[in-house]
């Protein structure tokens, strides 16, 4: 089953900064990370619930360039452009996702194991899946979380769904939206690629696609510039607008409008 957005991979130049740029504009902090010793790739986490934004940086570029998700982190970052690079879907079951997903004739790949070392030694293993290559206008890839662990066991989790950022309150992502140059093309990928359903957003403009994942929406925009009459998180797409719009609800604080990283934070 899809349960939801698990988590946004932001490439940035160096996580660390970035993780305290985001704090300082939004009050959400990271509170974890590591490195992906087959991947080249390290990163910071900003836990919000169970969906979290992922800073990820690069520190071999040989071993990025042979990972789906390290190659497009890599690209943005040698093209000056920092921002939402791919995404993922959380699941219960990725095997068996891809193997019904491959008789609907999906071409997603295998689910392979991965893992990242954090910075306290403990181990973080997991199932992926993707139809490479990746990019914030190509279809999502799977994972399924090992249920265990200092992130991922109860106690963990537990701890995470009442934590208090530094701003005051706890945070969620509500909603994804993607400026892409066709939505219904792109909707088309997903549902074929990952089985997500879409249908035309209400009340925004035509065109526009929607979908949920749990308690969250996904919506995908056209990047045209232009003024836009409803689009949520945030405006619509402008000629300098971010591609990729980010909906947090938060507890406590102002509402908030942040653009970092090429993504376009709402503290709603």
Do not use: C, K
Request: proline share 7%; aromatic share 6%; no cysteine.
């Amino acid at each position: 089953m899809l349960l939801g957005i698990d988590h946004l991979v932001i490439a940035v130049p160096d996580p660390d900064a970035a993780a305290a740029d985001l704090e300082a504009a939004l009050g959400i902090a990271a509170t974890g990370g590591g490195r992906h010793a087959q991947a080249g790739t390290f990163n910071r986490l900003i836990f919000l619930g169970d969906t979290y934004l992922e800073l990820i940086g690069i520190w071999d570029r040989a071993l990025a360039l042979a990972h789906p998700i390290g190659a497009a982190a890599l690209a943005a970052l040698d093209a000056g452009a920092s921002g939402l690079v791919t995404w993922a879907i959380a699941t219960d079951g990725a095997r068996r996702e891809v193997a019904a997903l491959r008789a609907a004739g999906s071409a997603i790949g295998d689910a392979l194991p991965g893992e990242r070392i954090r910075q306290d030694g403990g181990v973080i293993r997991w199932h992926v899946a993707a139809a490479a290559p990746l990019a914030a206008d190509r279809p999502p890839f799977l994972i399924e979380h090992e249920l265990a662990g200092p992130e991922w066991g109860d106690e963990a989790r537990r701890a995470r769904a009442a934590f208090v950022h530094p701003f005051g309150g706890q945070a969620r992502v509500v909603g994804l939206e993607l400026a892409v140059a066709h939505p219904a093309e792109v909707a088309a990928d997903f549902a074929r690629t990952v089985g997500m359903a879409f249908r035309p957003a209400p009340g925004v403009e035509p065109g526009d696609q929607e979908a949920r994942l749990g308690d969250q929406s996904i919506r995908l925009v056209s990047s045209r510039p232009g003024p836009r009459s409803g689009s949520s998180p945030g405006p619509g797409p402008t000629a300098s607008d971010p591609t990729a719009r980010v909906g947090l609800r938060a507890t406590a604080g102002e509402r908030l409008l942040v653009d970092l990283f090429g993504v376009r934070f709402a503290r709603l």
